[in-house]
Structure formats: structure tokens, C-alpha cells
T-cell receptor, first 119, second 117 residues
Framework: GAVVSQHPSWVICKSGTSVKIECRSL??????MFWYRQFPKQSLMLMAT?????????EQGVEKDKFLINHASLTLSTLTVTSAHPEDSSFYIC???????????????FGPGTRLTVL | KQEVTQIPAALSVPEGENLVLNCSFT??????LQWFRQDPGKGLTSLLL?????REQTSGRLNASLDKSSGRSTLYIAASQPGDSATYLC????????????????FGKGTKLSVIP
């Protein structure tokens, strides 16, 4: 089946530094990818929609200047947490829909997640 | 705005028991509903996807039902095993939304299942 990878799987950084997280669709093209954030014992909350070749769409309350998203190719989206602070520590998960028009179905595939800890 | 609620938040059962996890959603205009499994510190594994026109889906020991009009779905796990221990999330995809937004999922907080050997 389709696979979505994320890198790194975990990262620890100092407050004030920037961290880049990559999301790749390994065997299909994804013009759209989604970035979610999950705090402990909480649900996944959509942060933004990453669109290949255009600007990302951010959900209300998510700072676009803090969470920079670049979808430079049909298989790669990156999320950069700029000037990270301890409150940004969370589990970040990306997803990509696989659209199979030949069978009129689509489903989303999720990456394994990236655990960010900001000291 | 769609809201998804999962009850109970946590559940502990002895091995071999059958169990039911519940999911409710406030807006019945959904395209589909999906059940996921999440192991600690891991990503999501899709278990079952029910289209809005369907009433249930089955995969092995899992059976998911959907009652769109009442905004409810259940995940039935038969003969539970310790390996079933995980957090189970349900998520709905909206209908009547165009473009990329139509693929956005709204998640519940999950039910943490512990199956005791």
C-alpha cells in the first residue's frame, strides 16, 4: 500500500532554534498534504493544508510565520518550526490523500509522526 | 463546526472479551468515517473506512457500523487480544466541501484500550 514517511522521527532542540520536518509520499504523488499536531492525550488538530506549488492554507489560530510550510514537489512537504519554544513541543503528523480515480476511491495515508521536544 | 466525541476515553478489558468503542459526530454531512489505531508515540494505522452510503464494514475481528442520521459509529472488536492494546481514533471527512478542504479530517480524542492478558 501507499506509504508516507516523515523525517526525523524525533528531535530535541534548544529554545529559539528552528526545526524542519519532512513529509514524503514514497510511491504516489500528492498535490495536497496535511499537517496535524497532537498534544498528549489530545486529538489530532489540523494545522495547515500544504499545496504543491502554492501557498499553504493555515487553520485559525496557527501562526503562518512560525510554522513555515513548503510543498516544493509532488512528493515532499516540509514544516519548519521557527524560533521554537517549549510550548511547541508536540507530536507532528502529516498525511496525504491518495486519489484513485479509476476506482472512484480515495483514502489518506499518515506518516509515522515526528516527536518534537523543545528544551 | 464538526465535533467528534469518543466514549469512553479509556477502557480496560480482560483478554478474550468482545468490546465496543463509540464515536459520535455533530454534523451528519459527512463523506466518510474512518477508524484508526495509534500505538504510543507512533503514527496512525487505518483500520476501517465507511462511506456515508454504507452502514458497516468488517475486517477480521473488527466491525464498524455507521448511523449517519444519528451521528454515531461503533467499532466492535471480537475476542480481544493483548496486541489490540492501543488508542483508537475515529475521524470524519466532510461532504459538500470543495478542493483540498474536502480531504481534511476531524478527529475524536480517542479511546485508549488496554487488553489484560
Amino acid at each position: 500500500g501507499a506509504v508516507v514517511s516523515q523525517h526525523p522521527s524525533w528531535v530535541i532542540c534548544k529554545s529559539g532554534t528552528s526545526v524542519k520536518i519532512e513529509c514524503r509520499s514514497l510511491d504516489f504523488q500528492a498535490t495536497t498534504m496535511f499537517w496535524y499536531r497532537q498534544f498528549p492525550k489530545q486529538s489530532l488538530m489540523l494545522m495547515a493544508t500544504s499545496n504543491e506549488g502554492s501557498k499553504a492554507t493555515y487553520e485559525q489560530g496557527v501562526e503562518k510565520d512560525k510554522f513555515l510550510i513548503n510543498h516544493a514537489s509532488l512528493t515532499l512537504s516540509t514544516l519548519t518550526v521557527t524560533s521554537a519554544h517549549p510550548e511547541d513541543s508536540s507530536f507532528y503528523i502529516c498525511s496525504a490523500p491518495l486519489i484513485e480515480t479509476s476506482v472512484s476511491t480515495d483514502t489518506q495515508y499518515f506518516g509515522p509522526g515526528t516527536r518534537l521536544t523543545v528544551l | 463546526k464538526q465535533e467528534v466525541t469518543q466514549i469512553p476515553a479509556a477502557l480496560s478489558v480482560p483478554e478474550g472479551e468482545n468490546l465496543v468503542l463509540n464515536c459520535s459526530f455533530t454534523d451528519s454531512a459527512i463523506y466518510n468515517l474512518q477508524w484508526f489505531r495509534q500505538d504510543p508515540g507512533k503514527g496512525l494505522t487505518s483500520l476501517l473506512l465507511i462511506q456515508s452510503s454504507q452502514r458497516e464494514q468488517t475486517s477480521g475481528r473488527l466491525n464498524a457500523s455507521l448511523d449517519k442520521s444519528s451521528g454515531r459509529s461503533t467499532l466492535y472488536i471480537a475476542a480481544s487480544q493483548p496486541g489490540d492494546s492501543a488508542t483508537y481514533l475515529c475521524a470524519v471527512r466532510p461532504r459538500f466541501v470543495s478542493g483540498a478542504g474536502s480531504y481534511q479530517l476531524t478527529f475524536g480524542k480517542g479511546t485508549k484500550l488496554s487488553v489484560i492478558p
